[in-house]
């Protein structure tokens, strides 16, 4: 078995902006693994939040490759690595890879529902008031649009949206820029304004406060989980699930499992990636109640073959995308 690296950089069609900082460019990690007759490919991004860099998970992902090389399968891999971005692109790479040998679906494979038509949340920068307004305006047509707030005057950015775009369904991601002392009534706030959910609005270090105060809006965890629950099912309403934080598709179906079972709901989503990264959290769609997997929508230009997305709804992709 062969293991190869690379790493793209996608420019954004915009600036992205979120309560930790701003971007113009998505740069993701590639590992393809290939046994001469078949590969198998899978992306990642590196997030600087959990302490990665594009140099370091490549490196990981590299060092690997003599293991591999002598047998390493996908089942040792999740002891080989730690959560994270590394384990994700060679566990979505294993994946592609068993499913190509087989001639089957990594929906089969994994008694996965089969991809099916969904409609993803399309995000909102953080911005101005007005700005912000103006953007979910031009977006109003789309099925669920996710809002960035985390700074000051996120009053008036929820006040000024939800009067440019009376009818549509809308969340937030606070990125955890909120304080606990003006937690509630923010929480109040998008109560009355129709908000959908809440994510993330604490420090993940300081999210134990949420089990003292009423959640009149289900709030999701998002930097507070990553492959494992842990104590949140008394903090939250439900989680969010990114393959890049589980170590990929593997521990993220144990994940949305053990969500399931402590009665959390659902979310997947992603980082700022292409439709190679996307595909494999596809799969988690018919479990999840909410979507955010728009990193192709945020992209100037997707890879090709790319998911085909129409007015916020990402359709069944063929195995020339992935699995």
Not at 129 to 141: G, K, L, V
Not at 228 to 253: F, M, P, Q, S, V
Not at 291 to 302: N, R, Y
Request: net charge negative; proline share 7%.
């Amino acid at each position: 078995m062969r293991l190869t690296t690379s790493i793209d950089r996608f420019p954004l069609r915009q600036r992205f902006t979120i309560a930790r900082g701003s971007k113009t460019e998505a740069v993701v990690v590639n590992a393809t693994l290939s046994d001469g007759t078949h590969e198998g490919r899978g992306e990642c991004v590196p997030y600087a939040r959990y302490g990665e860099t594009v140099e370091g998970v490549r490196a990981a992902i590299d060092a690997l490759a003599p293991a591999i090389a002598a047998g390493l399968d996908r089942t040792a891999l999740q002891s080989a690595l730690p959560p994270g971005a590394a384990r994700n692109a060679l566990d979505c790479a294993f994946w592609d890879l068993e499913a190509k040998r087989a001639g089957r679906r990594v929906a089969d494979l994994a008694t996965l529902p089969a991809p099916a038509p969904v409609a993803t949340c399309f995000t909102i920068s953080l911005d101005t008031p007005e700005t912000m307004a103006e953007a979910a305006s031009r977006a109003a047509h789309l099925p669920l649009l996710k809002l960035k707030l985390g700074a000051e005057g996120d009053e008036h950015r929820l006040t000024a949206i939800r009067s440019a775009v009376p009818q549509t369904r809308l969340v937030v991601d606070a990125n955890e820029g909120w304080r606990m002392d003006v937690l509630p009534a923010r929480l109040a706030l998008c109560a009355r304004l129709g908000i959908a959910l809440v994510e993330q609005p604490l420090p993940a270090a300081n999210d134990a406060a949420l089990a003292t105060i009423a959640h009149p809006v289900p709030i999701c965890a998002d930097e507070s989980v990553h492959a494992h629950l842990g104590d949140l099912a008394g903090r939250y309403d439900a989680i969010n699930i990114k393959l890049d934080k589980t170590g990929g598709l593997t521990e993220a179906i144990a994940l949305a499992q053990a969500a399931r079972a402590a009665g959390l709901k659902i979310m997947v989503g992603c980082m700022v990636g292409s439709s190679l990264a996307m595909a494999p959290a596809l799969l988690l769609a018919p479990c999840a109640s909410w979507v955010d997997l728009d990193g192709p929508l945020l992209l100037a230009q997707d890879r090709e073959p790319g998911l085909a997305i129409t007015d916020g709804v990402i359709a069944p992709f063929g195995t020339e995308v992935w699995g």
